[in-house]
């Protein structure tokens, strides 16, 4: 079994070495793909000097976009998806999200973040759906146009997994939190681009009806 990384990122500088090490320290994982979503940092320069193969877009396509572009340049069997801004991630995180996939157990693991931070345990408490931290065999993103999603495509991924009753499992993901937009970007600049991918998200299921 072949075991591919989705890294999406746009302007991680700061944030994507720590992901990219992580995911290499891993054994399980074959290949470490970093999409530069169109970042104007230097997060391509980063990745690459962290040994991940780094496919850089000219124009911001949105997180889906980014994700559905890794995946055509992917050579595994299962794919793992990570967001770029986590804080924490350990190789024992990847180990634990893969094992439900890589054992047959499950089709899609979701992974969530525990005894990390209030804020963000909380958040993906209430909306488990909207994780960025996955595993997945490949055929699941057969027929998906995720490109299309934008900041969507977890929730395309998960109502997928729900309509076609695919096998999903969530896995608890200790001490792991991320940085949040607002801190970031500042909280107004942060709140107005939280406010947009909610909209993204919701736009993303109604179209995909």
């Known amino acids: 079994m072949k075991v591919s990384a989705i890294v999406p ?3 991680e500088e700061p944030r994507v070495a720590s992901v990219i090490g992580a995911l290499k320290a891993c054994g399980a994982i074959e290949q470490v793909i970093v999409v ?3 970042s104007t940092d230097r997060t391509s320069d980063v990745a690459a000097a962290c040994g991940a193969q780094v496919i850089r877009l000219d124009e911001n396509v949105g997180k889906g976009g980014a994700v559905a572009r890794g995946v055509r340049e992917a050579v595994g069997d299962v794919i793992v998806m990570t967001d770029a801004d986590l804080v924490g991630l350990t190789p024992q995180h990847i ?3 893969l094992e439900p996939v890589a054992s047959g157990r499950a089709d899609m693991s979701i992974g969530l973040f525990d005894d990390g931070r209030p804020s963000t345990d909380l ?4 909306t488990p759906w909207l994780s960025g931290q996955r595993a997945m ?3 699941v993103f057969d027929g998906t146009d995720i490109d299309m999603t934008r900041f969507g495509v977890e929730a395309v ?6 309509e076609e009753h695919l096998r999903v ?3 608890k993901l200790p001490h792991l939190t991320h940085v949040t937009k607002e801190e970031k970007m500042g909280s107004m600049k942060g709140v107005t681009s939280r406010v947009k991918m ?5 736009k993303s299921l109604v179209q995909w009806e």
């Open 157 to 162: 991924l998960t109502r997928k997994a729900r």
């Open 95 to 97: 180990y634990a999200l």
């Open 9 to 11: 990122a746009l302007n």
């Open 198 to 202: 909610y909209w993204e998200v919701v």
């Open 169 to 171: 499992e969530e896995v």
């Open 36 to 38: 530069d979503d169109g």
């Open 137 to 139: 065999r490949r055929e």
């Open 123 to 126: 958040a993906q408490a209430i």
